[in-house]
């Protein structure tokens, strides 16, 4: 079935700067992509979906690159503030047709620092 | 309202004693969810309810019941708890299987000791 790899686990950086989470999937026929944002005591919430005809996706502050060739799926935040602080996840999904059960990553806990 | 509700927020739980998880959400959406997450774990999918259908994941299907009694509830049933067991619970809905947004509630931590 589907893998995801997510890296890195832990990312701290300073307010300002820019952090990259990247997500590497195993499946080919992979269609649907999720970035999830988790703060403390709340649960999951969308960050943004992505189609897989779809490269680059542009959010509030952050930016999800999707590299078919590669399976690979990145967000990236431009300038970080404090308040991104939170465990982001990936979650990748299969057509309709097919395996309909997203697969996450292990989340990636990302600190900002002021 | 797309809250997802998940009570209780905490559980005690003794070693062979049962345990009963409850969720809900009022978005009328047709598919629900468990996960159970561990740290540094992804969350791992237990179950999903699509309308009335349960699916239970091959490896976890001995270990956990539920019940849909309507479109809003959803339980999560552990007849006998194991230390291994200790874990979140993430309850989550969507409005369709896959391709849609998943709604997730603020999880059920549960220790068993």
């Known amino acids: 079935g589907e893998q995801v790899e997510q890296r890195p686990p832990h990312l701290s950086v300073r307010e300002g700067d820019s952090a990259v989470i990247i997500c590497t999937y195993t499946?080919?026929?992979?269609?649907?992509f999720f970035w999830y944002k988790q703060e403390p005591g709340a649960g999951l919430q969308l960050l943004m979906k992505v189609f897989s005809s779809t490269e680059i996706n542009e959010g509030q502050g952050f930016t999800v690159l999707l590299n078919k060739k590669d399976k690979q799926l990145s967000l990236n935040l431009t300038a970080a503030h404090p308040g991104d602080s939170a465990v982001y996840f990936c979650a990748v999904s299969l057509t309709s047709g097919g395996n309909y059960k997203p697969t996450f990553g292990k989340g990636t806990s990302l600190v900002v620092h002021p | 309202d797309t809250t997802v509700k998940q009570n209780p927020r905490y559980k005690l739980a003794r070693v062979g004693k049962p345990v009963n998880l409850i969720c809900s959400q009022t978005m009328n959406h047709d598919t629900m969810y468990w996960y159970q997450k561990k740290p540094n774990q992804a969350p791992k999918l237990l179950l999903f309810?699509?309308?009335?259908?349960?699916?239970r994941e091959a490896d976890t299907f001995e270990k956990f019941q539920s019940s849909r009694p309507n479109n809003s509830f959803c339980s999560l049933y552990i007849g006998s708890a194991g230390l291994e067991y200790s874990a979140m619970y993430l309850c989550?809905?969507?409005?369709?299987?896959?391709?849609?947004?998943?709604?997730f509630g603020p999880g059920t931590r549960l220790t068993v000791l």
């Open positions: 989550a809905s969507s409005r369709d299987r896959g391709q849609a947004e998943q709604f």
């Open positions: 309810y699509y309308d009335k259908i349960l699916n």
């Open positions: 499946d080919p026929n992979s269609y649907y």
